[in-house]
């Protein structure tokens, strides 16, 4: 079965200052997908990072980049120049390839709080 | 274009009483997900929807659970009758299968409480 482990419950960072959230996923698929979530108070989950698992090159958007270690199982996101408004729950998920069975379910973790401080 | 829209945003209801959630998902999005999501929990998903063919509905408590999305487009999430434990949020997401990252476009979801 899949499973994500996010060990971090919170953060706090300096506003300006880079942050790691760390993800490791456990999978016996060779083909699968690992996602980054925000959710915000407001409660809406936010899609803000994809990394294949073919991907050779680290995913990146914007301020937010993907550490992916494969031989590791790790998932670890990136944020650059911390914002006030980074400040949210953030969640790894990952979700198994299946091209020929259409879209499948996200297995998410439990989440870190990030707290991002003036 | 309108994102995934969920009703109502809070519920509040005394246990053994019905309650239904409302999901209009994204147009043209042919999956769709109903999550639930506990407190300090990440998602988990109850079930999902090809169309409006229910593919994947493992993680459903059947004895009070039920959904359906009769058209392939819009879905309702029933339970009958509420928990305790049922206190919680419930997510809808849509996505439309493409090749790449298909990622899930999730509703504000449903706060429910259960007094």
């Known amino acids: 079965a899949q499973k994500i482990t996010q060990t971090q419950p919170g953060m706090f960072v300096q506003e300006k200052e880079a942050v790691t959230l760390d993800c490791t996923y456990d999978?016996?698929?060779?083909?699968?997908?690992l996602f980054w979530y925000k959710q915000p108070s407001s409660g809406e989950m936010i899609f803000l990072i994809y990394q294949g698992s073919y991907d050779e090159q680290n995913a990146t958007e914007g301020r937010y980049s993907l550490n992916f270690q494969k031989a590791r199982k790790s998932a670890n996101l990136v944020i650059s120049a911390s914002q006030l408004g980074d400040s949210a729950m953030y969640f790894c998920a990952m979700r198994e390839t299946l091209p020929l069975q259409g879209a499948q379910k996200l297995v998410f973790g439990q989440g870190t709080r990030l707290t991002i401080n003036p | 274009e309108a994102g995934v829209v969920q009703s109502p945003r809070y519920k509040i209801i005394e246990k053994k009483q019905p309650v239904a959630f409302w999901c209009n998902p994204i147009s043209g999005h042919n999956t769709l997900y109903w999550y639930l999501q506990n407190l300090g929990q990440g998602p988990e998903l109850l079930i999902r929807?090809?169309?409006?063919?229910?593919?994947?509905d493992s993680q459903l408590p059947k004895d009070r659970f039920s959904a359906e999305r009769l058209k392939g487009v819009d879905s309702t999430l029933k339970i009958q009758p509420a928990e305790l434990g049922d206190s919680a949020v419930y997510l809808c997401a849509s996505s439309l299968f493409l090749a790449g990252p298909n990622e899930q476009f999730f509703g504000p979801g449903t706060r429910l409480t259960v007094l």
């Open positions: 929807y090809e169309n409006e063919e229910a593919v994947d």
């Open positions: 999978t016996s698929d060779q083909s699968y997908g």
